[in-house]
């Protein structure tokens, strides 16, 4: 009543009130809509957020349905072509073997990972060994053996069952079966156990008491010195020290410990010098100073000596006797003559003959005895007197005999005994009954995880060889055994590691016959290449050349061949002797590579003896170490595409000193033909260069005329530009008896052995590029196009052209 009153007089007044009313709820509605709009941004912005989220999981979760899609449908196909219960098998008739390992092992050849775990893994390093053995053609059971066809339990098809003779081969093991594929020689990648024990092998000498196939085919060479010129070579006191302890006197030495008592060593030194050659030379020395023992000293290491031989008496075990005891040993009159000629004391001995004159020969000798010779002491075994007691002999005799000595040296009397040891040809598949544990049996098989010899015939037969190996003779305790009758192999004191790899080594020698299918047969190449570095490994080539180049394996397959100049924390300074294109560098530049690229490194092999010689040029004369490497012996990496084969069979041959200022010289190693000729096939074809005939045109006559009626006065205006100021060639260079003048440092070889020696083809990339060739070389790069046009008018391959022809018909 009172609102219609009050406004009843005045409606316009009452709707003024209502909009105003509303007003202020609208005010309250914004407000509250304000407020609401502030609460849902940062909801919208996680919800966007969240938004996100399950979209980038959505993407990464297809692409992983999709996978597993494929997964799926790869499962499905293998379901259909190889069911549940379906045996996977390779039928290698020629062997009558049916391989059934892929039945359980069935990702071994895949090409994605599916699991970690056997029998699902993939075989590691599949390009080298799958992708060079095929399993659909090798198998499982060629390298890893086991019983191939089982299928009823895992024990049973890896043979690891009583009396089967041939249980699996794991890991390192399956080493062995290498051998029986690969027999010429060739070390081949993924065997490096099996090669460092058949060096191991071949260098203790074990043919030499075993008979073994593929070692000692030389019957006429035996691994240590002979003893028919004892009385001459060494001092009598000496003699029994060391056959009674030959470590003691030498740690380094091959020859192993037979055990002996004072009485034994006595016998077998008393026939061995009673059966020497009678003395023929004094073994006193003169006196030397200081002065001449200072030469004798230079010249012991800078000649080369020090390529093979050292007298640090710490240092490891190296190509030749360490002679850091030497003038104990040795008397000074032999000594000369052995220095002077080796093969002239021993017809068969590997020492080359530096060509020294008796002088200087004499100095050596007097440098290492006053060095190295603190003496014995005379008491015990050093009392000589009873060295020409008759009685002795007779003991020594039937000693020598017993431990077969004369297997490793040629003993006056002994030349046609045979070997006394148990051959070994066929040891990796000798039947393990046939082994004697003694009463160690229980022991040695417990040490590999085993009961009974049956359980598994492989790791009993490997538990006995390393038992054997590290105390030959143990089998003998608690047994009463007659003298004669007890075991009689000397102690190598042989490492952890060196007898793993004999073990490897004599496990893969079988007595089978595989068929010739399966047997890796060597090209020419290959067997040129084998024996080269057979004979390398003879000689000790790598004592003084390195023979190849330090190679550096990065990342996306990229490799690096050159030298590494300086190793840091951080990378490598590497100096590149082939332009690589991936890394955008040429020849002869040097660039740092970060060691987080460097996937792998291989050092090149060999030059021993240059730091040596590197360091005492830079302490006497002061040159940095790069000039100091002139000094050295070359490098050989690309000489067969460097010099002329037949040249290089005449210098194996007859070496001569082709840089005659250096102090250090390539001795005469006096080759048999055929040695000499593998070794310049070695480098030849090992550089795809033609072998054992190559055509010279440079040096016919009809040749020299054609390019003189192609361009008259050739070869006169390549002389005028050799004996140009601009070139000077016999600046640096040697020409016949002409030596040139300066600095040692800067000379160069004989220009007049060019025609003989060099190939044409490498003189002229030679002339024209040196650097590409010898990165660091001091032989500057003289032709550049437009230069010498009043010499040779053309461009810097024709004048190249002309000088090489020129070098090719030099004459005094």
């Known amino acids: 009543m009172e609102k219609e009153y009050l406004y009843g007089k005045n409606p316009g007044e009452h709707i003024k009130h209502e909009i105003e009313g509303l007003e202020e709820k609208g005010k309250e509605f914004a407000a509250k809509i304000k407020d609401l709009e502030g609460k849902i941004a940062p909801i919208k912005a996680r919800l966007n957020d969240l938004k996100h989220g ?56 895949g090409t994605e ?33 086991g019983q191939a066809s089982a299928t009823s339990g895992v024990k049973k098809a890896h043979g690891e069952v009583e009396y089967w003779l041939t249980p699996i081969n794991r890991g390192k093991s399956a080493q062995a079966s290498c051998i029986r594929c690969h027999k010429e020689g060739k ?57 009674k302890a030959p470590r003691k006197f030498r740690p380094t030495t091959l020859m192993p410990d037979f055990r002996l008592s004072d009485e034994e060593s006595q016998a077998i030194a008393a026939y061995l010098w009673q059966h020497a050659d009678e003395r023929t030379m004094p073994a006193e020395m003169p006196a030397f100073d200081e002065e001449l023992l200072a030469q004798g000293n230079f010249i012991f290491e800078q000649v080369g000596c020090m390529a093979c031989h050292t007298y640090e008496k710490d240092a490891v075990r190296g190509f030749a006797p360490n002679l850091s005891r030497i003038g104990e040993k040795i008397n000074y009159g032999y000594l000369v003559e052995w220095i002077m000629n080796p093969k002239g004391k ?87 009954h046939l082994l ?100 390398i490994g003879k000689y000790n080539c790598t004592g003084c050349h390195q023979l190849d180049l330090d190679r550096l394996y990065l990342a996306e397959n990229i490799e690096a061949v050159g030298m590494i100049k300086l190793e840091e924390d951080a990378g490598v300074y590497f100096q590149l002797w082939e332009d690589n294109e991936k890394l955008g560098h040429k020849a002869g530049e040097t660039v740092f590579l970060d060691e987080k690229l460097i996937l792998d490194k291989k050092r090149a092999v060999g030059g021993d003896i240059a730091p040596s010689i590197i360091a005492y040029h830079v302490e ?63 480098f030849a074809v090992k550089e795809d260069e033609e072998y054992p005939f190559e055509y010279i045109a440079e040096t016919k006559k009809e040749y020299i005329e054609a390019k003189e009626v192609q361009s008259p006065g050739y070869l006169s205006a390549a002389k005028r530009l050799f004996e140009s100021k601009d070139v000077n060639c016999i600046l640096c260079h040697v020409k016949g008896e002409k030596m040139p003048e300066g600095d040692k440092t800067g000379w160069a070889p004989d220009l007049m052995l060019a025609k003989r020696r060099l190939k044409p083809d490498w003189i002229k990339r030679w002339l024209l590029d040196p650097q590409s060739i010898q990165p660091g070389t001091k032989m500057p790069k003289f032709f550049r196009e437009g230069e010498f046009q009043a010499y040779i008018p053309g461009t810097a391959e024709e004048q190249t052209e002309a000088m090489k022809d020129y070098l090719m018909n030099l004459w005094e």
Not at 117 to 145: A, S
Not at 204 to 229: M, V, W
Not at 628 to 645: D, H, I, N
Request: glycine share 10%; with cysteine.
């Open 54 to 109: 399950v979209d980038q999981y959505t993407e990464e979760l297809a692409a992983y349905t999709a996978g597993m899609e494929r997964y799926r449908a790869q499962l499905k196909t293998f379901r259909k072509t190889r069911p549940n219960l379906q045996v996977y098998q390779t039928y290698m008739e020629d062997l009558n073997i049916a391989d059934r390992c892929m039945s359980c092992h069935v990702g071994i050849n």
């Open 113 to 145: 990972s599916i699991s970690t775990e056997e029998p699902y893994t993939n075989h590691p390093d599949q390009k080298l060994y799958l992708g060079n053995h095929p399993p659909e053609r090798f198998g499982c059971v060629l390298c890893h053996e």
């Open 187 to 243: 070390e081949v990648k993924g065997g490096e156990l099996l090669w460092q024990g058949r060096r191991l092998f071949g260098d203790l000498g074990c043919y030499g008491c075993h008979e073994t196939a593929g070692f000692g085919e030389d019957k006429n060479r035996t691994i240590g010195p002979s003893l028919k010129n004892i009385k001459n070579k060494v001092r009598a006191e000496w003699i029994t020290a060391w056959i």
């Open 346 to 432: 021993e017809f068969l001995a590997r020492m080359p003959n530096f060509r020294l004159s008796q002088e200087k020969a004499g100095l050596v000798a007097g440098y290492l005895i006053n060095k190295t010779g603190t003496g014995i002491p005379k008491e015990g075994l050093s009392d000589a007197a009873w060295l020409e007691d008759k009685e002795q002999s007779r003991v020594g005799e039937a000693l020598i005999k017993r431990y077969g000595c004369f297997g490793c040296h040629e003993i006056k009397g002994m030349e046609a005994l045979g070997k006394i040891g148990t051959e070994l040809s066929a040891i990796g598949s000798k039947h393990v």
């Open 436 to 535: 004697d544990f003694g009463l160690l049996e229980k022991k040695i098989l417990g040490e590999a995880g085993l009961k009974h010899i049956t359980e598994n015939v492989g790791k009993a037969r490997q538990a006995w060889l390393r038992a054997k190996m590290h105390d030959p003779r143990q089998f003998d305790e608690g047994r009463y055994k007659k003298p004669e009758d007890r075991l009689k192999m000397p102690d190598f004191w042989l490492t952890k590691e060196e007898i793993e790899s004999l073990i490897v080594m004599l496990s893969g020698l079988r007595e089978e016959k595989l068929s010739g299918a399966y047997i890796a047969r060597l090209t020419e190449k290959e067997r040129s290449i084998v024996e080269g570095r057979r004979l």
């Open 620 to 682: 006497s004369e002061g040159l940095i170490p790069e000039e100091a490497r002139v000094f050295t012996p070359p490098l050989l990496y690309g000489e067969g595409k460097k010099v002329q084969s037949e040249w290089a069979f005449e210098f194996l041959k007859e070496p001569f000193d082709l840089r005659p200022w250096l102090n250090i010289k390539m001795p005469t190693f006096s080759l048999p033909s055929e040695e000499a000729t593998s070794l310049a096939g070695f």
